[in-house]
């Protein structure tokens, strides 16, 4: 968050910079200091240091606070430690869990709550009037699709998941106004996934994007959720990138089904339970 705000000083305006510098000075002091202390310190307007956390990509003060803190006090390091070829077990397992955490805490720090709730209301939306919702993703992200079909599929969602290329462009190619596809993609730069996410734009389907940032993919769809992270795209097999597309459908899901309502799925989620109780020893 704090290298964030360094690449973004020079393109803000000179009093949000001021803003911007009063906190690398002391980003914990910042995180506590009221409003009206920090515009003080700063010498600009309560306002100002409103629009400064918002240019460096927050919804506002509290919200910027809420990851300011959690970002200088997080015990784990956002570092990427990559295995060798000499590691023991026990160093393998704790680099694989700590590369793992140290993301899903640097994402949940950094995360735009803002393109989280457009990607939620255009699901929902989707939901609401009948249309499809379909997951697109190849390789490893094929898999992750497949898990975003699951997902939602029980909330009674029309929805479906495709990881080969020509399925694809063919399902982009009947999307229509108010169906959604969410493209899963690691780099980013998967030419099917750009292809599909491309014709299901013409079409008039809402795009959402799950990758990485300054991706060609990322600039493609209508509302991109970043999922950055300090593994290689091109080295070994994706896990960590696995885990946080996983985990940000995880928090659609979850979003569009407290949307949804507990009247409207409780009917649909006890019948299913039920429905599935033979399939299971007692």
Excluded: W
Aim: glycine share 8%; net charge positive; aromatic share 6%.
């Amino acid at each position: 968050m704090l290298d964030r705000i360094k690449a973004a000083l020079p393109s803000l305006a000179p009093a949000e910079q001021r803003v911007g510098r009063l906190c690398l000075a002391d980003p914990r002091a910042f995180a506590k200091l009221p409003v009206t202390e920090l515009a003080d310190r700063s010498h600009v307007s309560k306002p100002t240091v409103v629009r400064f956390c918002r240019s460096v990509g927050y919804d506002g003060l509290a919200d910027f606070k809420l990851k300011l803190a959690g970002t200088v006090n997080e015990g784990v390091p956002f570092i990427h430690r990559s295995v060798d070829v000499d590691d023991k077990i026990g160093d393998v397992m704790v680099k694989v869990i700590d590369n793992t955490v140290a993301a899903l805490l640097k994402y949940r720090n950094e995360a735009s709550t803002m393109a989280m709730e457009r990607a939620v209301v255009a699901l929902v939306e989707a939901y609401k009037v009948g249309r499809q919702i379909q997951f697109f993703g190849v390789g490893n992200s094929g898999i992750v699709a497949q898990d975003g079909q699951h997902k939602f599929f029980r909330l009674g969602v029309n929805t479906t998941a495709y990881s080969d290329g020509h399925m694809q462009v063919m399902s982009a190619s009947v999307m229509r106004p108010g169906d959604c596809v969410v493209v899963i993609s690691n780099s980013g730069r998967t030419r099917d996934l750009m292809d599909a996410c491309d014709i299901a734009r013409k079409n008039g389907a809402t795009t959402i994007v799950i990758t990485a940032s300054g991706s060609p993919l990322a600039s493609a769809g209508h509302i991109h959720l970043s999922a950055d992270h300090p593994e290689g795209f091109d080295k070994y097999s994706p896990m960590v990138s696995r885990l946080m597309h996983l985990m940000v459908l995880d928090i659609l899901a979850t979003a569009v089904a407290l949307r949804i309502g507990s009247a409207t799925l409780q009917p649909l989620l006890s019948e299913m339970r039920q429905n599935l109780r033979s399939k299971r020893y007692a």
